[in-house]
């Protein structure tokens, strides 16, 4: 009997947390719609690339004219499906989205489909790039073992040159060489064919962009040689978010100023901006710097980061 009444108490506190999640988000978005009367309201739903996104978006003086954006939360945010129920998901006029697969990470709820099918009729969709953990080809060195922890966080993955490094105790000279090194580290590498790791990345953006409203293969294979494209293999850079704002703007029959659109300073996602190893530069025919990483990611320190620090 003590048991099940715990479960019950345990199943009626969730219910009334969920309610409590839906109204709060509620009287946000009531407070919000009100604030912005007569605009069209939209909704970029997926990771954290979408707020980078929504950051180029709404400092295009076209686009703020007529649409606004509610910020919702990052998919690994949303700690209960419950918060897709509230009123924003429902109403709004424009929802742009990550194709949010299935089998994602999160559960079937926080799938795309499972809420597009809530969104009220004629909302206009549009689904544009995802890009996380794709291109793993300029990065070889990036690993997905057991992540480990420091200073209380987790890092999100493991370096595999680094882990050479540290297994045979290189000094930071020798640690730096994998990394400099003109020849590839065939050691750390083994097996791993660059070539077929881009043949891969290429054939499954294709395949996924048949998907996608807003295209991005031909724009990386027009310009992933002339400039930093990715600060990781989950993050890209602003001259991809930038393309695929424009993207959105064409979509949306708005009219933009691109070199004023290019020149904006935006959101950069490089608080895990991994190293590009001269092998792989060399390799891709890669011809820009890289030279002081996390910029803006760099957190407690206080100082320009490069490959060393």
Known sequence: MISGNRGLIMKSTYKISNNDIVHQENRRFQSFRDENSGKKICILYGNCHMSAIRDVLQLVPSFIDSYTIFPVKAIQE??????????AFHTCDVFIHQSIQLNNRYGKEYASDNIIKQLRYGCQVISVPNLYHLPTCFFPQYTSEEEFMWQGSTVFFRDALLDFAYNRGYRLQEALELYRGKKKPQEVWRLLNLDDMFESFVRKVRMREEDWNIKIVDFILENYQSQQLFFDPNHPTPVLIKQIAKGILHYLNIRFEEDYLDSLDVLRLDAYEMPICSAVKEHFHMA????????????VMQIPMDISN
């Open 78 to 87: 949303v700690k209960s499906p419950a918060y897709f129920q509230s009123e």
């Open 288 to 299: 820009f710097d890289q030279e002081i990483m996390r910029l803006t990611g760099k957190k």
